[in-house]
């Protein structure tokens, strides 16, 4: 099926939030995979699988030229690498271990890069490098699985880049079905109290 | 309204400079009293569409009429504007009456919409035919840029076809206590149920405004009404049938039930609603500055205030709150036609001596002066309409010490930590979605289940926690560090970054209290809209009449297209 960007950000949001992550990162969650969407890659299954989970206890190790992200989840360790990157405190890299879903780095990778005005690169242990901007990615070699581990550097100024690319983006259906049943989690159940009285006006609307 | 060379020398000068009076503060501005008070203005949304329609003698053009004699079937009206075509695809269907309601609950309606980017083929209109009365659960594509609904006014669409059917006019008093033959429901668009992504129309300078396609959706769909009423009325008997007469079909707007929905678009789009504001507020202090207004203004002024006078008049809801201002209203605005002798008048900074004097008055009275003062003014502030759309994020500042931020808190966000969240009553409300067709409501946080999973609008109580949370880390932290070892607090240290030199961004109420009116953020985004004879049927729900006293479709090219400012139907001719 088709989906918008709107669609996708919004039920992505939903969904992390639904699942217990914080309302910040789940919208940045929502845009990475509209980001990714929008750039042909899969960014709602690789949120969707990152999102599953719900947020554990961060693990942190800090040097004094690097952070190390011990079990890394992309939604929350991602976001924070290129925030401490553009922060230009004199850290040359942070190192992402045991990353659930690699790809999702790179979607927040893009939105960083949009938000900064800079430009990333991943190099993963596996051999691939990927450079990524605000408007687009390269990626040299096969993309890792889950449990990779990736150093990410700034990689100079980026251009400005493009908010999305309007694509037709075929989503498949069952994994949407599984999207917004994920961002129902968010939604409260409704009573027959919550229907009379919750939005202020009566059921039926005859004059 | 043009005025002399004399004057828009005069005014052009006052733009060339920055307003000698400065604009209200946001203290006084953004509080919920002052924008539940708001009234349309000649900024609103409505106003410069249909300005910048007639500028480019934009026609619509009605290319499918397959409507049965009972007014049941398609039809497609296209209009050319800024170089593009859009054609409003219609569809009218027989409803039950127990599935008649205006709430996002329903599964039905009497008609349904699509805005279509270009002119829809044949083959486009079998496919919107099956989905769009679908609505919420019909499949769309990019061309679809625009969803809509509408039920009919029980009360008048009958009305008018019996009264058109047998040769007479309807009547007047109905017309003006009601105004419109339907109500919209929704009107969604930007990607929504996917439909096409706001990204679409960017380069479109035309409609990239705010809410511009959505409102010329509803334009169009208001000139659906009309035909449609009368091709009833025709078909019914087509010998003593007589068209609507001009001055009631100009009357005649489109209606809209609103409720909670609007509300977190304004905390969840808070620079927009800086841009918006802070055009009505420039706008304002320009009017203000004035020194000397010239009397052709002070002319426009006076019509357009007695003209006010009638439609508040007519301006009758059955909600003992609002018709208690609106009475309160009526008596203010006597005062203020008693105050405007020729003397008073012909003193210096007229204006900014108005706006004085209406301090006395009700907010709701400080506000409609507010839109009567714009009135006349357009050359000097219409600017100002292409200054309202922002489509800027929220980012975060990585680098920002935790000292900065702490500074930054206490210094501009005073107005949030002033607020007590201690009590019970301060904390009862919770805004959330419900499963039910995802509509917005509002739950009792002590009473009711589903407190965990509320909306994030507590921006004031989000700050205070903030505040408290960088309390104990060192100043020379930076912000990415604590965000780090903090997520929880990253959405609302994004927004108070961006926000802090946006000082119309905040409202600055607390939206959890017992005593907050969400019907108050309502009339303030629906004013910006142009939506006028506010009609609220609880303190979260509203009715509102649009387009009112708007040209129709034939009367788009006349002069008057842009004169409908509070409008009000006369005397039979």
């Known amino acids: ?49 990152a999102i599953e989970p719900g947020p554990a206890e961060p693990l942190i190790d800090e040097t ?77 070699g096969t993309l890792p699985p889950s449990g990779a581990e990736a150093v990410i550097e700034a990689e100079g100024a980026g251009e400005e880049g493009t908010p999305a690319v309007l694509t037709d983006m075929e989503i498949d259906g069952s994994l949407w079905h599984d999207a917004l049943t994920m961002a129902a989690e968010s939604y409260v159940a409704s009573s027959l109290s919550s229907r009379k009285f919750g939005a202020g006006a009566g059921i039926i609307d005859d004059d | 309204m043009a005025g002399s060379a004399d004057d828009r020398a005069r005014r052009s000068k006052v733009e060339a400079r920055p307003p ?100 829809p083929t044949s083959a486009d209109l079998d496919r919107l035919a099956i989905e769009t009365p679908r609505q919420e659960a019909g499949r769309f594509s990019k061309t679809e840029l625009v969803l809509s609904r509408a039920n009919k006014s029980l009360r008048l669409f009958a009305h008018v076809v019996d009264s058109l059917a047998v040769g007479r006019q309807p009547d007047r008093s109905m017309i003006g206590k009601i105004g419109y033959l339907m109500r919209t429901t929704a009107v969604y668009g930007n990607g929504k149920f996917g439909i096409a992504d706001r990204l679409r129309i960017l380069e479109r300078p035309a409609v990239n405004g705010p809410f511009q396609l959505e409102l010329l959706t509803v334009w169009l769909i208001r000139g659906f009404t009309h035909d449609l009423v009368e091709h ?35 905390v969840n789009h808070p620079i927009l609603l800086h841009s918006w504001m802070l055009a009505r507020e420039t706008a304002f202090a320009r009017v203000r500055s004035i020194e000397r207004a010239s009397p052709a203004t002070i002319d426009a002024f006076l019509v357009c205030l007695a003209r006010a006078r009638r439609h508040i008049e007519d301006w009758q809801v059955d909600d003992i709150s609002q018709m208690d201002r609106i009475l309160t209203l009526r008596r203010e605005m006597k005062e203020i036609a008693g105050l405007s002798t020729q003397a008073w008048l012909a003193e210096p900074y007229l204006w900014d001596r108005l706006t004085a004097a209406s301090e006395r008055w009700s907010e709701e009275c400080q506000e409609l002066l507010l839109a009567l003062m714009l009135e006349p003014h357009g050359e000097l502030i219409d ?122 961004a905040e409202i600055r109420d607390n939206l959890l209290g017992a005593d907050c009116r969400p019907i108050d953020m309502l009339r303030c985004k629906l004013s910006f809209f142009g939506a006028s004879k506010f009609d609220p049927k609880s303190d979260l729900w509203t009715r509102i009449t649009l387009y009112q006293g708007a040209p129709t479709f034939e009367q788009l090219g006349e002069a008057d297209a842009d004169d409908w400012s509070f409008p009000v139907l006369g005397d039979a001719a």
Not at chain 1, 2 to 21: D, F, H, L, P, Y
């Open chain 1, 64 to 140: 004094t030229d690097a952070i190390v992200f011990g079990a890394a989840q992309a939604i929350h360790a991602a976001p924070s690498a290129y925030d401490l990157l553009a922060a230009d405190i004199g850290l040359e890299r942070v190192v992402l271990q045991e990353i659930d879903q690699p790809l999702l780095v790179i979607g927040f990778g893009g939105m960083a890069a949009l938000a900064y005005q800079s430009c990333y690169r991943l190099t993963f242990a596996e051999g691939c490098r990927v450079i990524v901007d605000g408007s687009a990615v390269s990626i040299a």
């Open chain 2, 383 to 504: 600017d100002l309409s292409s200054k309202m759309a922002s489509d800027v994020e929220p980012t975060l500042q990585p680098s920002m010490s935790i000292g900065e931020l702490a500074d930054l808190l206490d210094e501009t966000f005073a107005w949030a930590a002033a607020m007590d969240f201690g009590e019970t009553a301060s904390t009862q409300r919770f805004w959330y979605i419900s499963e039910e067709k995802l509509e917005p409501r509002l739950g009792d946080r002590y009473r009711e289940p589903g407190a965990e999973k509320e909306l994030p609008l507590d921006i004031a109580r989000q700050i205070q926690t903030l505040r408290a949370a960088i309390d104990s880390e060192p100043r020379h932290e930076i912000v990415a560090h604590f965000l780090m070892r903090h997520p929880e607090h990253r959405r609302i240290a994004r927004r108070v970054q961006t926000t802090a030199s946006n000082p119309y």
């Open chain 2, 20 to 119: 000698r009076v400065p604009l209200r503060p946001p203290d006084k501005v953004m509080r919920l009293s002052r924008m539940g008070a708001f009234f349309p203005t000649r900024l609103s949304f409505m106003r410069s569409l249909i300005r910048r329609l007639h500028t480019e003698r934009a026609m619509v053009t009605r290319s499918v009429w397959e409507i049965d004699d009972d007014g049941y079937g398609r039809a497609v009206y296209s209009v050319t504007f800024g170089g593009d075509v859009y054609s409003l695809v219609a569809f009218s269907t027989s409803l039950d009456p127990e599935q008649r309601t205006d709430r996002v609950i329903a599964e039905a309606w009497d008609t349904t919409y699509v805005l279509f980017d270009g002119r």
């Open chain 2, 232 to 266: 009833i009325a025709k078909m019914r008997d087509p010998k003593r049938f007589r068209p609507l007469a001009s001055d009631i079909k100009r009357h005649l707007g489109i209606g809209n039930a609103t409720g909670l929905g609007m509300a977190p678009f304004l």
């Open chain 1, 1 to 49: 099926m088709i989906v918008s960007v709107n669609q996708i950000e919004a039920t992505i949001a939903k969904a992390a939030w639904g699942r217990g992550w914080p309302h910040g990162l789940a919208e940045e969650c929502g845009r990475a995979a509209a980001w990714l969407s929008t750039r042909g890659f899969d960014g709602v299954r690789t949120a969707l699988a």
